[in-house]
């Protein structure tokens, strides 16, 4: 049996701000699907750059690992359809991505507040 060192966490995301982003790493997008947040979706994107487009302003790109791994590009010309898919946020918004740690704690809040744990 492995056993994790104990650890506090904490009752908030800690998110990777965006001037850390480093193009070509991995990062992890949390959602829940109910206001609880004791039900979790877990995404892991591939940070692609800012401003890709003509004419942006503060836009981060982001590309699922899968298709970028396989070695799609958003600049490629006719990719196949359903090959990737690329999403995008403004960079003020609050919080996109999480480095894995960090995602890792979002996921063992869940784990608090499902079991009913005061203050997760």
């Known amino acids: 049996m492995l056993t994790f060192d104990q650890r506090e966490i904490p009752p908030y995301g800690q998110y990777t701000e965006s001037d850390k982003l480093i193009i070509g790493e991995t990062y992890f997008h949390v959602s829940y699907i109910d206001h609880a947040m004791t039900i979790p979706m877990m995404?892991?994107?591939t940070y692609i750059g800012k401003n890709l487009l003509d004419d942006e302003v503060n836009t981060l790109y982001f590309q699922d690992v899968?298709?970028?791994?396989?070695?799609?590009?958003?600049?490629?010309?006719?990719?196949?359809?359903?090959?990737?898919?690329?999403?995008?946020?403004?960079?003020?918004?609050?919080?996109?991505?999480?480095?894995?740690?960090?995602?890792?704690?979002?996921?063992?809040?869940?784990?608090?507040?499902r079991k009913g744990t005061p203050g997760a």
Not at 76 to 82: A, G, L, M, V, Y
Not at 85 to 101: C, I, K, L, N, T
């Open 43 to 45: 995404s892991t994107l």
């Open 66 to 113: 899968e298709s970028y791994r396989a070695g799609l590009r958003i600049t490629d010309e006719n990719p196949e359809p359903d090959s990737g898919w690329f999403e995008s946020w403004p960079e003020d918004r609050y919080g996109p991505v999480f480095e894995f740690e960090h995602a890792l704690e979002c996921l063992m809040l869940c784990s608090l507040r």
